[in-house]
């Protein structure tokens, strides 16, 4: 080959390996999600190279469709029939506990917390953590209404604000769209494998994160801070939670140390710490045989608030909770609060009769109740979601009626009880998120600027429980 040719090929690969970069590039910034009617998520090819610098992504512009994805896990509950007769006092077996009034919502401005404990107690157990100088968890339960830490990120930072601490908390061993969460630059990992509790799932590592992942091939999780909030830059503990049957080798690192821990295998669940002041960790790894449940970032004292999302689920799940597994894992990581937000996947537009699902969710708040018993529960009615009717936009009229289930399951359980869609604003509140750009275009999730308006609403109403 003469020189000519010689340099005529290498242009042309050089230009082929300039379009298959533009063709990623531009992959990268289609909207995806918006096409498919969120069939299919938003992608970042260039994730690989960019690691834990992963810009962030835009809000999901989703349009609307009459429902959200229906947890499978309902079909058939959602067919029980129950006694649908509205009532104002809550009946109890003879010689049980005395009857529960439905509590205003509402007290002037604030939409407060209504209890519907046993004693009236409230948040005894958050309040007393907080009293006593040591850390408080908060757990956030949920769908994909808190995906990306939304909503649940502002709520954190508030608390933090007034009663301390640092740290974003729990985060997953991997993430497929880490640039989502801006409360934590999230890489690597892609060594773990997912298992869901909605899936194929080996029950004795259920937790109440509701996954878990093994690992495929040796690799390196890494998390580190951000300054978009303010209490999320650096944090001073530093928890992997794992489990491995047969000895193993974890390598951790944070911005001071490098720590190589020999592990002895064991069944039960087991915790790496590293203390001291940190913007980084890393967890490294090759032993085939370590199951990570994630990692948790925090300070030793005052506030943490562990997001726990999962898009599709409906709640209903947590009843499988493993109380061994709990157990074992509540000396390292313990609950103080457990916030419950679901609802919207087990809602479908032509559907009123949500007492089934009602029955379900006593059953869980009951499980969780044993599996936590140092915790207070607090369930979230749904907030507002749009339907068309016409040419317009309006709330659909299904969720008044899952929010009065929500709502008998909190009252039957003995547990809390707040009103979102009363605190968005009520009747029609979607349409107005929507229109100040607080909300997606899908009339369901609520975008950055939604979750803090929302954080801030239930911050005032918790605030308002503990100080009382």
């Not at 999962?310 to 916030?339: M, Q």
Request: aromatic residues 8%; hydrophobic residues 35%.
């Amino acid at each position: 080959m003469n020189s000519s040719e010689s340099k005529h090929t290498s242009w042309r690969i050089v230009l082929i390996v300039i379009l298959a970069l533009g063709m990623l590039i531009g992959i990268s910034f289609l909207p995806l999600s918006k096409w498919t009617k969120g069939k299919v998520s938003n992608i970042n090819i260039l994730s690989d190279v960019l690691e834990i610098n992963t810009p962030e992504y835009e809000e999901d512009e989703t349009e609307m469709s009459e429902d959200a994805p229906l947890d499978p896990c309902l079909e058939e509950d959602l067919a029980i029939e129950v006694d649908t007769r509205e009532v104002d006092t809550l009946t109890t077996p003879e010689g049980d506990k005395p009857l529960i009034a439905v509590q205003p919502s509402r007290v002037g401005e604030d939409v407060v917390i209504e209890d519907y404990t046993e004693r009236g107690q409230g948040l005894t157990n958050l309040r007393n953590a907080i009293k006593s100088g040591r850390l408080a968890r908060i757990a956030m339960v949920g769908d994909s209404y808190i995906e990306g830490d939304i909503f649940a990120q502002d709520l954190r930072d508030m608390l933090q604000q007034t009663y301390g601490g640092n740290g974003v908390g729990y985060v997953n061993m991997y993430s497929e769209f880490p640039g989502f969460r801006r409360s934590v630059r999230q890489g690597g990992g892609k060594g773990w494998k997912e298992y869901r509790a909605n899936a194929k799932f080996d029950s004795k590592h259920m937790g109440i994160t509701q996954h878990y992942y093994k690992l495929n091939s040796g690799t390196e999780s890494t998390y580190q801070g951000t300054s978009s909030l303010g209490h999320t830059k650096s944090w001073n503990k530093s928890t992997f939670l794992f489990s491995t049957p047969t000895d193993a080798q974890v390598t951790l690192t944070t911005s001071n140390d490098t720590v190589t821990f020999d592990v002895t295998g064991s069944p039960d669940p087991q915790a790496l710490v590293l203390r001291g002041n940190t913007s980084v960790f890393k967890v490294k790894t090759s032993s085939p045989s370590v199951i990570g449940y994630g990692v948790w970032l925090s300070d030793s004292t005052g506030v943490s608030l562990d997001g726990m999302s999962s898009r599709g689920f409906s709640g209903v799940t947590l009843g499988a909770v493993n109380s061994d597994f709990t157990s074992k894992t509540r000396r390292f990581v313990d609950y103080n609060l457990i916030i419950l937000e679901f609802g919207i996947n087990a809602m479908s537009a032509k559907q009123t009769n949500y007492n089934g699902y009602s029955e379900k969710m006593i059953k869980v708040i009951e499980h969780l109740k044993r599996c936590y018993p140092n915790a207070d529960i607090l369930v979230l009615g749904i907030g507002d979601r749009g339907s068309k009717q016409g040419s317009s936009v309006h709330s659909m009229a299904a969720a008044s009626h899952m929010i009065e289930a929500q709502r008998q399951a909190a009252r039957k359980a003995h547990c809390l009880f707040w009103d979102t869609r009363e605190a968005m604003g009520g009747d029609d509140a979607i349409v107005t998120w929507v229109k100040n750009g607080w909300a997606n275009k899908d009339y369901i999730h609520l975008n950055h600027k939604g979750g803090k308006q929302l954080g801030e609403l239930l911050y005032k109403a918790i605030k308002l429980n503990i100080e009382k």
